[in-house]
């Protein structure tokens, strides 16, 4: 009978609860990242185990036995750093060539945590092995040490807090590419579909969770829905100038649709909700001649002022920049007309944030 193929370790526990900053404990951190992990490779039939479930205490020596009873071939030990770093470190053992270490670590960074090192260090105590023990007492075990960020560096601990779960999730995908197991992430589909539910796009989230093929006037509704178009053809056009989907052709060309694809289309409509809201507003203007190159403020990442002015005076219709700004603030269209004229620069968000409200109060302006 063979083992588990992985063991993963939540560090520390109980009394002992790792690094932290103020109540932020390392502890509490990595076992909600490792029974994730557990939970998402259930969810990918790779037979998985754990060294501890809740928060209790294991000293060197339970844990190290532990993954050596479970006769695994891998573990993975979940910890976050502190002490004046910033960024990921993944540590292999001195014996191992690190292919596994380097492809976690490259996954991690891939999402923006800062490069730290990958690397393995031997024992001056007892030479020829390793230093940590998490690598020297687990014997044939390939034992991972990841460290997923500083706790305080508060970049890394603004990211571990919001992104715990996208960082545990590349971890499985590492490893599932590491030993070439075929990876899918539903959980990220569920997320988007609720997601859609949310923001009123799609009224049955059990639908669309459950079934393993979908009726294309569902689909085609929830496209419509989403983009506030009439037909389904039309809102692909629309979808592919606001750069939301690659390839329209697929989806006018064809009848039928892989589930797999719906799926990816539902986590894209999902990732865009917001930045999708702001292309309909740009669009929105475009055809009410308030600006008159849409591509412009979809894609760029900074405007020229002379731009915006231009657009706020088209919108207004006032002669200047400042007697528009005071003539929106009148109309009730915007709350600080304070920024927009005491200021000569201006944050790209807060420049969208008032294009959408531009656009939310067409009707009113349009006829100007
Ligand atoms: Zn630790």
Redesign the pocket.
């Known amino acids: 009978m063979s083992g588990p193929l992985i063991i993963i370790d939540p560090?520390?526990g109980d009394v002992d609860p790792?690094?932290s900053y103020e109540d932020i404990y390392?502890k509490d951190i990595?076992l909600d990242i490792s029974l994730y992990q557990l939970k998402r490779f259930e969810e990918l039939g790779i037979n998985a185990v754990i060294t501890r479930y809740s928060d209790i205490y294991l000293n060197p020596d339970k844990r190290t036995q532990l993954v050596v009873d479970s006769k695994s071939i891998y573990c993975i030990s979940n910890?976050?750093?502190a002490g004046g770093g910033k960024g990921c470190e993944v540590i292999h053992s001195i014996h191992n060539d690190g292919k596994l270490a380097y492809k976690i670590f490259n996954k991690l960074i891939e999402t923006g945590l800062y490069p730290r090192r990958v690397y393995s260090k031997e024992s001056t105590q007892y030479p020829g092995q390793d230093y940590y023990f998490m690598h020297r007492n687990t014997g044939s075990c390939i034992t991972n040490i990841v460290?997923y960020c500083f706790i305080d560096n508060q970049d890394d601990r603004e990211r571990i807090l919001k992104n715990w779960k996208i960082y545990a999730e590349q971890v499985i995908k590492a490893f599932c590419e590491y030993i070439d197991h075929p990876y899918e992430n539903k959980t990220e589909y569920i997320d988007s579909v609720n997601n859609l539910y949310d923001c009123g796009f799609i009224t049955t989230p059990s639908y669309w969770i459950q079934s393993d093929s979908y009726e294309i006037q569902y689909f085609e509704e929830l496209v419509l829905n989403y983009t506030g178009k009439n037909n389904f053809d039309e809102s692909i056009i629309y979808l592919a100038q606001c750069n939301i989907i690659d390839s329209p052709n697929y989806w006018l060309d064809n009848d039928t649709y892989s589930v797999e694809n719906i799926q990816l289309f539902i986590i894209k409509l999902s990732d865009n909700i917001e930045y999708f809201e702001f292309a309909d507003s740009v669009y929105t203007l475009y055809e009410y001649d308030v600006i008159n190159s849409p591509y412009y403020w979809i894609d760029n990442a900074s405007y020229e002022i002379r731009y915006f002015e231009e657009l706020i005076i088209n919108y207004t219709n006032k002669s200047t920049f400042e007697d528009g700004i005071i003539y929106l603030a009148e109309s009730n269209v915007i709350d600080s007309p304070e920024y927009w004229l005491d200021n000569d620069t201006y944050s790209v968000e807060n420049v969208r944030l008032l294009i959408i409200k531009l656009a939310d109060n067409v009707d009113q302006f349009g006829e100007a």
């Open positions: 560090g520390h790792g690094c390392e990595v910890h976050i750093n460290e």
